[in-house]
C-alpha cells in the first residue's frame, strides 16, 4: 500500500458521527475527513461546534453538514439518517459517540438518571444502527464502530449506568456483527481510558486524577485524535477481519 492509499482509506466513503461537535465525535470527524470522508455530524447543544466542524472538514477539501438531533428520540435519529442519506446518498460508515457521564453513587442514583444515561450512551445506538443498517444492507456493506469506555470492561463506583451502557454497546457490536457480518456488516468498538476532552477533564484534574495517572503504565491520559485513529481504522478496510471487536486505547490502564 503506497502512501497515497494510506491517506485516502476512506475515500469515497460518506460516515455519519454521533455527538460530532466536540470531543471524541469532533476528532473523529475530522480524522474521517483527512482520509477522504464525506461526514454527516448530528449534534444535539453543540451547534456552534459542530459548525466549526464542519467547516474545518470542507476546508480539507470534502463535504459536511451538521444535523441536530437528540439520538434518545427515535424519531429524530431516523429523520437525521434520512436527511443525511439525500444529501450524501448514503451512508457508509457510522460512529455512535454520543454520550453523557454523571457520577453518582449506586444507592443514591435516582431511576430517571439510570434511564437518562441508558437512553442517551446504549438505546441511541439502537435507534442509530436500524437505521442506518437497511441502506447498508441494500448496498452490501457497511461498518459501524461505537465508543465505549474501559469502565464498560471494568466497572466502576459511581457510574453503573455509564458502566452498564458501555457494556451493552459492545454487546450490541458482537451481535450485529453475528447477525449481519455474512451480508458485509462490520460491528466493533473502541473502548477508550481517561481521554483528554470535556468529559474526561472532570477525572483528570485533582486527586482522583493522581489515581486515575498512576495506574497508567504509559504514565499519560489519551487524547482525541488518539481515539479517533482506531474509529478511522475500525472504519476502513485495514481492518477487514475485525467484527465485534473492541480496540482498546486505555494507555495500559486495563488489560483485557
Known amino acids: 500500500m503506497t502512501d497515497e492509499d494510506r491517506a485516502g482509506s476512506l475515500r469515497g466513503r460518506v460516515v455519519a458521527v454521533t455527538g460530532g461537535g466536540r470531543g471524541i465525535g469532533r476528532a473523529v470527524a475530522l480524522a474521517a475527513a483527512a482520509e477522504g470522508a464525506d461526514v454527516a455530524l448530528a449534534y444535539h447543544d453543540s451547534e456552534a ?70 437512553a442517551t450512551d446504549l438505546t441511541s445506538a439502537f435507534h442509530t444502527c436500524q437505521a442506518v443498517l437497511p441502506g447498508m444492507l441494500a448496498r452490501g456493506g457497511g461498518s459501524i ?26 454487546a450490541l457490536a458482537k451481535s450485529i456483527s453475528r447477525e449481519f457480518g455474512r451480508r458485509g456488516i462490520r460491528a466493533n468498538c473502541v473502548a477508550p481510558g481517561v481521554t483528554n476532552t470535556d468529559m474526561g477533564r472532570t477525572v483528570m ?29 475500525l472504519l476502513s478496510d485495514a481492518s477487514s477481519l475485525l467484527l465485534g471487536q473492541t480496540l482498546n486505547p486505555n494507555s495500559g490502564g486495563l488489560m483485557p
Open 205 to 233: 484534574s485533582g486527586e482522583v486524577g493522581r489515581r486515575r495517572m498512576a495506574e497508567l503504565p504509559l504514565g499519560r491520559f489519551g487524547e482525541p485524535d488518539e481515539v479517533a485513529a482506531c474509529v478511522v481504522f
Open 49 to 118: 461546534g459542530a459548525k466549526e466542524v464542519a467547516d474545518l472538514v470542507r476546508r480539507a477539501g470534502t463535504q459536511a453538514e451538521a444535523f441536530r438531533c437528540d439520538v434518545t428520540d427515535r424519531d429524530q435519529v431516523f429523520a437525521f439518517v434520512r436527511a443525511a442519506e439525500e444529501r450524501f446518498g448514503r451512508i457508509d460508515g457510522l460512529v455512535n459517540n454520543a454520550g453523557i457521564m454523571p457520577s453518582t453513587p449506586f444507592l443514591e442514583m435516582a431511576a430517571a438518571e439510570w434511564e437518562q444515561v441508558i
Open 145 to 170: 464502530v461505537s465508543i465505549a469506555s474501559r469502565l464498560g470492561l471494568a466497572g466502576w463506583p459511581g457510574v453503573a449506568h455509564y458502566a452498564s451502557a458501555k457494556a451493552g454497546v459492545i
